[in-house]
């Protein structure tokens, strides 16, 4: 707020009209970065999730993602979930954005379908990306982002498996 603040000022105060038009486009720059953080922020914050629903979160997850990349993301759940409105369901959500986060960043992918379902006792969360996949015994590819996936799994006793390989995409079944 406080560069804001000064930002406006400079471009208040400046007879250079070229300081002005960097002044004004600073100050979208920083309204971008604002906007990113706060987006940041409510994506880490667990209450959000636990206050306004998995679903609801997830659903704007999905929304946010679509405006901002050109990735396709196709999300499935089963009709009334239970058990995700919780520290549980907070994991399977982190596991999610880290998946999907994954694909973005590293496999140049056009489409992420995600399929949660429940049946008493059990979720299954399926992921697909068409990217470029890997090779999951190069130790340069387990970085920490499925290192935090594996721990969470194992968190609450769960298993999975990675079936990746160059050029063919990459697929988890957790």
Not at 38 to 59: P, T
Not at 123 to 148: Q, R, V, W
Not at 166 to 172: A, F, L, M, Q, W
């Amino acid at each position: 707020s406080a560069l804001k603040l000064r930002i406006d000022a400079i471009r208040e105060d400046s007879k250079d009209p070229g300081s002005v038009q960097l002044a004004e486009e600073s100050i979208t720059v920083l309204d971008g970065v604002v906007g990113d953080l706060r987006n940041i922020i409510r994506n880490q914050a667990s209450k959000y999730l636990i206050n306004n629903g998995f679903v609801y979160e997830l659903d704007r997850f999905q929304k946010q993602l679509s405006v901002r990349n050109k990735t396709e993301l196709s999300i499935s759940v089963s009709p009334n979930p239970t058990g995700l409105d919780t520290p549980f369901g907070v994991n399977v959500f982190r596991i999610i954005q880290e998946l999907v986060n994954n694909s973005i960043k590293h496999a140049s992918c056009l489409h992420i379908n995600i399929s949660l379902n429940q049946i008493p006792g059990e979720l299954t969360l399926n992921y697909n990306d068409d990217g470029i996949g890997f090779e999951i015994s190069n130790e340069s590819n387990k970085g920490m982002g499925l290192a935090n996936i594996d721990a969470r799994v194992r968190l609450y006793a769960g298993q999975y498996t990675l079936i990746t390989s160059p050029g063919k995409g990459t697929s988890y079944t957790i």
